[in-house]
């Protein structure tokens, strides 16, 4: 039996980081980009709270830090997103060229 | 052994989740599998004693972010997305860069890590250690963290919000 160590839980979420780095640039949709984001930041919080185990409670009081910032995050860049639904009527990342000049 | 079956059944759910999320064309079944990501996920920090971790993440991610994400969704009504080919250039530098990045990585995971285990119900991400540390250790970080948060909600209405009609009589 291989007991399970601090490399597992890192092989996870490097996973999950490229997954939503794949995320991030290959999909159109601004809410499955954003949803790709979240899924980056759980990655980071995965490899926090592994490596707590190593170096003590910090890492985890950094990943409720992190937490509280992905969920201002997602509010304001909905926020945008509805504003700019507003205006332009898609939510196509291509679409988006307001500031082009 | 139960530790090792746990962390292999939730490690594979959430790596699979986070495929469905990519794989999916509607945004709401991406919002479902993502979800159900950091439903797993919360058993993983579990699996580390992460107790108070864990359970942030199911309220604040699985029910607070998640909610907000799928009202958006709603709200705007979007469909299917529909795709496009992808550029060749993406074709040529990516999979070189996917490979030499993954062997990075590989490499960094193999030689620069240590190794630590955590007994299976020993706990210590207990919520008292935890509240000890942020309120006396992380306390200035804690209260940038709360304006940063009242900022976030005041930007979200602003952005969110419908602009006034333009009405003469008010404007002093």
């Not at chain 1, 185990?53 to 910090?58: F, M, N, T």
């Not at chain 2, 990516?94 to 119900?121: F, N, S, Y």
């Not at chain 2, 306390?139 to 003469?168: D, H, Q, Y």
């Amino acid at each position: 039996m291989v007991p399970i160590t601090t490399l597992h839980y890192l092989v996870v979420a490097a996973a999950l980081f490229v997954l939503g780095v794949i995320g991030v640039l290959t999909r159109r949709n601004v809410v499955i980009v954003l949803m790709s984001i979240e899924l980056i930041l759980n990655a980071v919080n995965l490899n926090l709270v592994a490596f707590s185990r190593l170096w003590g409670l910090h890492g985890q009081v950094f990943a409720i830090f992190v937490i509280t910032d992905a969920a201002a995050e997602a509010a304001v860049g909905l926020g945008i997103l509805i504003a700019f639904f507003r205006n332009k009527e898609t939510v196509n990342v291509d679409e988006v060229d307001l500031l082009k000049w | 052994m139960l530790h090792l079956v746990l962390f292999l059944v939730f490690g594979a759910i959430c790596v699979a989740g986070a495929i469905n999320l990519l794989v999916q064309s509607h945004p709401i079944s991406s919002a479902l599998s993502l979800v159900v990501v950091m439903a797993s996920l919360a058993v993983e920090y579990l699996l580390l004693g992460a107790e108070f971790v864990a359970a942030v993440q199911v309220i604040v991610y699985a029910g607070a972010v998640m909610v907000l994400f799928v009202f958006v969704i709603m709200l705007l009504n979007a469909g299917v997305e529909e795709r496009t080919k992808g550029s060749r250039v993406a074709l040529i530098l990516g999979i070189p860069g996917v490979l030499a990045g993954g062997l990075l990585v590989a490499w960094v995971l193999i030689e620069r890590t240590g190794t630590a285990t955590v007994g299976l119900g020993a706990l210590p991400g207990f919520p008292k250690t935890i509240g000890n540390l942020l309120f006396h250790d992380f306390l200035l970080p804690f209260e940038v963290t709360s304006v940063l948060v009242l900022i976030a909600i005041m930007g979200a209405v602003v952005l969110a919000s419908r602009p006034e009609p333009k009405n003469p009589e008010k404007e002093s």
